[in-house]
């Protein structure tokens, strides 16, 4: 596991004011916990590390959606920006795949995975699975459970951030972006029930928000 940033419980965040929100979330925030240029940094520096240690001749992207989405976008912009601009250039295939751990801003213990028919193209390949947040861990372990079935060559995982939780397993991410405190974040792609997607800095969502948005 390489390095990360480390954000500690007692971060506040920045102030709401400090940036361009949407109007409509405006009521529905605490604070912006990590602003949108501070992750697409983090994330170019992730690309560079994942094309060092992993950039062999082609390489598997297994974009977890749907969360996930917009990291993996991100982050495939600036590994093809390497393949442009450096002597190494790596073929990428892109596929995706489905979990679903969530209801409301609890973890049901549930985990479903939807989709995964066509990871067979998975063996003898190299694979980075690319994730928006790692929580506990179990729903990481599951799906590395379920891809070792089809006999890849390596496996890595990277994820946007971790959660700082008592509730972990254990597990950590090859590529770590941020540790996060165990608050329920959103924004980037990161949803609650669905919402919050459109939003572009990560933030944390205060009880008013949970209520309005709850099913």
């Known amino acids: 596991m390489g390095d990360f940033i480390k954000i500690d419980d007692d971060v506040k965040g920045y102030n709401l004011s400090m940036f361009c929100v949407p109007r409509h979330y405006e009521q529905d ?12 940094d983090r ?5 560079r590390d994942i094309v060092s240690d992993m950039g ?4 598997v992207v297994l974009c977890v959606l749907k969360g996930g989405y917009k990291f993996c976008s991100d982050l495939l912009d600036y590994i093809k920006a390497l393949n442009r601009n450096s002597e190494r250039s790596i073929q990428l295939v892109v596929d995706f795949i489905r979990l679903k751990s969530y209801e409301n801003d609890k973890s049901s213990g549930d985990i479903k995975v939807i989709g995964g028919d066509n990871l067979s193209n998975l063996e003898g390949k190299d694979v980075l699975i690319v994730e928006d947040i790692v929580d506990t861990g179990n729903t990481m372990q599951k799906l590395l459970k379920l891809i070792g079935e089809y006999k890849p060559a390596l496996v890595k995982v990277v994820s946007l951030l971790v959660k700082r ?24 792609a990161l949803d609650f029930n669905e919402y ?7 933030c944390i ?3 008013d928000g949970k209520k309005k948005y709850a099913i």
């Open 196 to 202: 919050f997607r459109d939003l572009s800095h990560i």
């Open 43 to 47: 994330t170019e520096r992730l690309a």
């Open 29 to 40: 925030l605490e604070s912006i916990l990590i602003p949108h240029g501070v992750i697409l």
């Open 56 to 59: 062999k001749d082609s390489l």
């Open 205 to 207: 969502i205060n009880e």
């Open 165 to 188: 939780t008592p509730r972990s397993v254990g597990y950590r991410p090859d590529y770590i972006g941020f540790e996060v405190p165990d608050k329920f974040v959103v924004g980037y």
